[in-house]
């Protein structure tokens, strides 16, 4: 996937990076001056409506296949497999998005972005989630990812166990057996799309991993004869993928391909008792970046207590109260938290602090990535003494959106919906 993803870099005017802040650096133990390369790389499963399927019984009453009248294509709107990618250098980490990650503010789970906000949002999802800035975005099918390992001429792959799935809705007529062997490019999407385990999802993210692996060890034996190959399997077979990158990136990965090193890892969730929903914690996600980085994890203590402020002075309405809702998935206690509004400060935005919290001020301002100033006093607000401002100007970022306001936004025009949450 990560390889499929290089094709959206032959298309577009790239785009402006996002700068780290010295936190982030930290946890990705970065110098100043390094600048990694991050995108994320998502495959759209193809789509088709299991209600318009009937199951097929063997002599134990088992279901062994699935009958299907219905429509069907490659153009599905969810992204069942979502990849983080960061390129240090000739370093190439990955990390896999459970498909099941549950985001309380649009109440669905991360493979249903794509269908409610496009690439963009999906990107700008994946970002939210790691707490890191992502630049690129690459959407692909598994049509053009198996094209690729076509064009690779085949990878070999360690299959751990037989693997047999029939589902003629979803296309599927999965039969490998174990061993090592040279998967083409349909047996390879076979082996990524095979969930029949106790772990399900899980495992396919491991085989995702498993056949990156033997993917770029294909490119290494290749060697020289990869870099001329790619160019022309880039424009031929993956020239429909939607991205928001450039040539210009191409080229510079492109001498690269050879002498890449790779790891790859899972994002770490826990699940909501009595669901499939997975959530993230902040902070376990920050720890596991700085594992995985070779960084150092911040520090965390318990939020201080005073009542902050947040005052709306952007002019884009239900931003505070977007703020206030975020401050409360990130720990803070709601009743500490109070939303207003106010003409626009064209001064920016800010943490404001009084003398007796100033030193409180550093919790929130390394939490939200803003400067502080310090002033004599602060009003009372709905009869509570407030402690500390926090002003968002026009250039304040838009966070994750309320469900509330989700209803009112445009949804991404897509004829088919998605499958239900």
Same mark, same amino acid.
Do not use: C
């Given at each position: 996937?990560?390889?499929?993803?290089?094709?959206? *870099?032959?298309?577009?005017?790239?785009?402006?990076?996002?700068?780290?802040?010295?936190?982030?650096?930290?946890?990705?133990?970065?110098?100043?001056?390094?600048?990694?390369?991050?995108?994320?790389?998502?495959? %759209?499963?193809? &789509?088709?409506?299991?209600?318009?399927?009937?199951?097929?019984?063997?002599?134990?009453?088992?279901?062994?296949?699935?009958?299907?009248?219905?429509?069907?294509?490659?153009?599905?709107?969810?992204?069942?497999?979502?990849?983080?990618?960061?390129?240090?250098?000739?370093?190439?980490?990955?990390?896999?998005?459970?498909?099941?990650?549950?985001?309380?503010?649009?109440?669905?789970?991360?493979?249903?972005?794509?269908? *409610?906000?496009?690439?963009?949002?999906?990107?700008?999802?994946?970002?939210?989630?790691?707490?890191?800035?992502?630049?690129?975005?690459?959407?692909?099918?598994?049509?053009?990812?198996?094209?690729?390992?076509?064009?690779?001429?085949?990878?070999?792959?360690?299959?751990?166990?037989?693997?047999?799935?029939?589902?003629?809705?979803?296309?599927?007529?999965?039969?490998?057996?174990? $061993?090592?062997?040279?998967?083409? $490019?349909?047996?390879?999407?076979?082996?990524?799309?095979?969930?029949?385990?106790?772990?399900?999802?899980?495992? %396919?993210?491991?085989?995702?991993?498993?056949?990156?692996?033997?993917?770029?060890?294909?490119?290494?034996?290749?060697?020289?004869?990869?870099?001329? &190959?790619?160019?022309?399997?880039?424009?031929?077979?993956?020239?429909?993928?939607?991205?928001?990158?450039?040539?210009?990136?191409?080229?510079?990965?492109?001498?690269?391909?050879?002498?890449?090193?790779?790891?790859?890892?899972?994002?770490?969730?826990?699940?909501?008792?009595?669901?499939?929903?997975?959530?993230?914690?902040? %902070?376990?996600?920050? =720890?596991?970046?700085?594992?995985?980085?070779?960084?150092?994890?911040? =520090?965390?203590?318990?939020?201080?207590?005073?009542?902050?402020?947040?005052?709306?002075?952007?002019? %884009?309405? $239900?931003?505070?109260?977007?703020?206030?809702?975020?401050?409360?998935?990130?720990?803070?206690?709601?009743?500490?938290?109070?939303?207003?509004?106010?003409?626009?400060?064209?001064?920016?935005?800010?943490?404001?602090?009084?003398?007796?919290?100033?030193?409180?001020?550093?919790?929130?301002?390394?939490?939200?990535?803003?400067?502080?100033?310090?002033?004599?006093?602060?009003?009372?607000?709905?009869?509570?003494?407030?402690?500390?401002?926090?002003?968002? $100007?026009?250039?304040?970022?838009?966070?994750?959106?309320?469900?509330?306001?989700?209803?009112?936004?445009?949804?991404?025009?897509?004829?088919?919906?998605?499958?239900?949450?």
């Amino acid at each position: 996937m990560a390889l499929v993803g290089l094709v959206g *870099y032959w298309l577009e005017q790239d785009v402006e990076r996002g700068e780290l802040t010295a936190a982030q650096r930290e946890i990705l133990g970065l110098e100043e001056g390094v600048a990694p390369i991050s995108f994320v790389v998502a495959g %759209r499963d193809r &789509l088709y409506y299991p209600e318009m399927s009937t199951p097929v019984y063997d002599a134990d009453g088992q279901i062994v296949a699935w009958n299907y009248r219905g429509p069907r294509s490659a153009d599905g709107t969810n992204t069942d497999t979502i990849l983080y990618v960061s390129i240090v250098g000739d370093e190439v980490t990955l990390i896999a998005i459970p498909r099941d990650l549950y985001l309380e503010a649009w109440q669905t789970r991360i493979n249903a972005m794509y269908y *409610y906000q496009g690439a963009e949002g999906l990107r700008r999802t994946v970002s939210e989630v790691l707490g890191l800035p992502v630049d690129y975005h690459a959407i692909v099918d598994l049509e053009i990812f198996e094209h690729v390992v076509d064009a690779l001429g085949g990878v070999e792959v360690n299959v751990p166990y037989r693997m047999r799935y029939v589902d003629v809705a979803g296309g599927l007529d999965i039969d490998l057996f174990p $061993g090592p062997q040279i998967l083409d $490019g349909q047996r390879a999407a076979d082996f990524v799309r095979y969930r029949e385990t106790v772990r399900g999802d899980y495992d %396919r993210i491991d085989r995702v991993k498993t056949l990156a692996y033997a993917m770029l060890r294909r490119v290494r034996d290749l060697n020289l004869r990869a870099v001329t &190959l790619l160019p022309e399997l880039i424009e031929t077979a993956l020239a429909d993928v939607e991205t928001n990158a450039s040539p210009a990136l191409v080229r510079e990965l492109l001498p690269r391909l050879a002498r890449l090193q790779l790891q790859a890892a899972t994002l770490p969730t826990f699940e909501e008792e009595g669901t499939s929903r997975l959530h993230a914690d902040p %902070r376990e996600v920050e =720890s596991f970046l700085a594992a995985t980085f070779g960084g150092t994890a911040r =520090s965390w203590s318990e939020p201080p207590d005073v009542v902050l402020q947040v005052i709306d002075r952007s002019g %884009r309405e $239900g931003l505070g109260e977007a703020y206030v809702e975020r401050l409360v998935a990130m720990g803070i206690p709601e009743a500490q938290l109070v939303a207003t509004t106010a003409s626009a400060d064209p001064a920016g935005s800010r943490l404001i602090a009084i003398a007796d919290h100033w030193s409180d001020a550093d919790y929130f301002a390394e939490l939200l990535g803003v400067g502080k100033q310090q002033i004599d006093r602060l009003p009372f607000v709905a009869g509570r003494a407030v402690g500390l401002q926090l002003v968002l $100007g026009q250039d304040a970022p838009d966070p994750f959106p309320s469900p509330e306001r989700l209803a009112s936004l445009e949804v991404v025009a897509f004829s088919i919906p998605p499958a239900a949450p």
